[in-house]
C-alpha cells in the first residue's frame, strides 16, 4: 500500500473530509495540551521568556520531516504525489510580516484561535471576529492586489531545489537547528524572564 | 517565567535518534527515482479496454471547443515540430519526456509521426504513475488524414457528404484543406502543410491554476 492514499484512490472525496475532521480534532487537541490555547503561552515566545512554541513546532517539523522521508526512502510514500505550494516570494514575505504583526497584538495565529475558543476564552472569540473581518477585507481588495498576490512566483520550490544540495543535507541541518534551540532554549528562557521581571 | 525544565534522560534519546536519521540520510533523495514497480495486469487492461487514445478527431474537437486542460506534447525531432504542430503542443524528445515538468492530475496527449514513439511515451508516463495519459491514435499522420487534409470518397452517400461539410470547417479552422474526389487528386495536388500555429483563436494554453490543496 502506497501513500498518499487519496492520491492512489485508497478512499474518495468523502472519506477524506471524515479523516480531515479526524486530523483537525487531532491537531486542536495537541494544540491545547501544549498550551497553545493561551495567548499568554504563545505571545511569550515572541518575548522569549518561554519557547514551548519553538520546541513543539521545531518537534513537529523534525519529525514530520525524517518519517516522511524514511517513509518515503522505503517506498510507503510516493513524495512526488504530495502537493506543495507555489512559493511567491515577495508577497509571502510581507503576508508573514503581517501574520507576526497580528500575533504580538492579538495572541494568537490563525489556528490557536479556534483552540482558544474552543475552550471559552474570550480574547480568542475577538481574535476571530477580526479573522473573519479581515479575510472580507481581503476579499473586497483582492481585485486590486491580485497582480501583487501572484508576483515573485517560484513555482512549488523546495530548499534542496533553492540551494541545489541533497535533501539528506537540508534535513541534518534543520535537525541541528532544532536541536541547538531546545539545548539552548532553558537559558534563553532564564536570561530573558530575568530581564523581564528586572524590569517590571 | 522559566518554563522548561531540565532535559530527561528521554530528552536525550529521541534527540540522539533524530541525529542518527538526519545523519543516515545526508545526500539520500526521497522522490522516486527512474526505476519504477509495474502493474502490467491493469496495462494490459487498459490497453484491451481501448481507453489508452484519443482519435484525431476527438482532439480537434477539444481544441475547437476551447479546451485547454490538457498538455499535448510532441515527441517528434525539434525541426518537425518546428515545421508544423498541433496547435498547444509542447515539443519533448522521449529522452527527456521522464525529467518533464508534469502534473500527475494533468490530462496528457501524446503524438508522434505515426505512433511507436507515443505508445513508448505512454508506456513510460504510466510506469511513471501518470493516470490520465492518451496517445493521439495514429499520431501526427491521422491527425493530416483526419482533420488537416479529410477527403470525400468519390462514391460518397448524402450522409458521408453532410459529415465531409463538418469536416471541412474542422479542417480549415486548423489551417488545413479538404481534398474532393478520387485518390489521383492527391497526388496531383501534393499536401500544403499549415503554418506553425495556424488556429490563432486558439489561445495558447498558459497552465491553468491548480486547484487548491493545503491551508
Partial sequence: MMA????????????SLIVAVLIGFAFGFFLE?????????LTAQFYLTDLAVFKVMFTAIVTAMLGAFYLSWMGFLDLSLVYLSTTYLAPQLLGGVLLGFGFVVGGYCPGTSVVGMATGRVDALV???GLIAGIFAFGEAYPYMEGFVYS?????ITLPQLFGVPYGLVMLVIVLIALL????????????????TEEV | MSQSRPPSKWNWILAAVALVLAAVSVGGDPYRGHVVTLNTKELGMIVDAEVDHVTAEELADRLIQGQTAQRILDLREPIAYAEYHIPTAENVVLGDLVDYPLYRNEQIVLYSGGGIHSAQAWFLLRAQGFQGVYMLLGGLDAWKDEVLFPSLPTEAGPEEIAEFERLVQVSQFFGGSPRHGSGEEFVATPMQMPTVEPASQVPVAKKKK???EGC
Wanted: no cysteine.
Fill in chain 1, 33 to 41: 495540551r501544549a498550551g497553545f490555547g493561551s495567548a499568554r503561552k
Fill in chain 1, 4 to 15: 498518499p492514499f487519496f492520491k492512489y484512490d485508497l478512499f474518495g472525496d468523502e472519506f
Fill in chain 1, 181 to 196: 534551540g531546545f539545548w539552548a532554549a532553558p537559558s534563553i528562557e532564564r536570561y530573558f524572564g530575568n530581564r523581564l
Fill in chain 1, 152 to 156: 515573485t512566483d517560484m513555482g512549488a
Fill in chain 2, 210 to 212: 491548480k486547484r487548491k
Fill in chain 1, 127 to 129: 481574535y476571530g471576529a
